[in-house]
């Protein structure tokens, strides 16, 4: 779990000096060149720059949430390798279990071994049908749309666009 918020820190710090490296070398105003307040540059030129700026910034952003679901799928995908890997192992032992269970039905309830695995199928039937209705109502109630990332994302449109000198009316 340490490792994990660490691979997102060093994320976030490589797309932080990406970005001061990127805005150096794309901006031309304010405190680093005192020369452009002298040259009347208008107003409506450096709100331009500033909002290229934070479109820029807004770029970097979505890059970064690109690299850490990347990073996040990976992770996940090894999580699933191993439950997959897990879960047929168990599947064997349950299944060497349930052979168990119904060659011990005949010793103990005197019926023939038939019978014991006939009833050990019917319960384990039923027990798979409740399984899957329970899994199919689960996936039924399941909405993939990221809504707060959407809304995050619009309500960031809309302010660049309100900085924007062409979008302000």
Known sequence: MMSEGKDAAVVREHAVREY??????????GSHRPELAESG????????????????????????AKHEVRVEVKKGLQGA????????????????????????????????????????????????????????????????TPHETIDSVRKDAEWIREQSPSGKK
């Open 20 to 29: 001061e490296v990127d805005a150096a070398q794309h901006t031309d105003h």
């Open 41 to 64: 540059q208008s107003v409506a030129h450096i709100l331009g720059e500033m909002v290229a700026d934070a479109q820029h910034l807004f770029r970097k952003e979505v890059d970064l």
């Open 81 to 144: 390798i191993s439950i997959a890997g897990g879960a047929a192992v168990a599947a064997l032992g349950g299944l060497f279990l349930l052979f168990a269970v119904a060659f011990l039905l005949p010793e103990v309830f005197d019926i023939d071994v038939w019978l014991s695995f006939l009833i050990v199928g019917v319960v384990m039937a039923i027990i798979g049908a409740i399984m899957l209705l329970v899994g199919r109502s689960r996936l039924q109630q399941l909405d993939p």
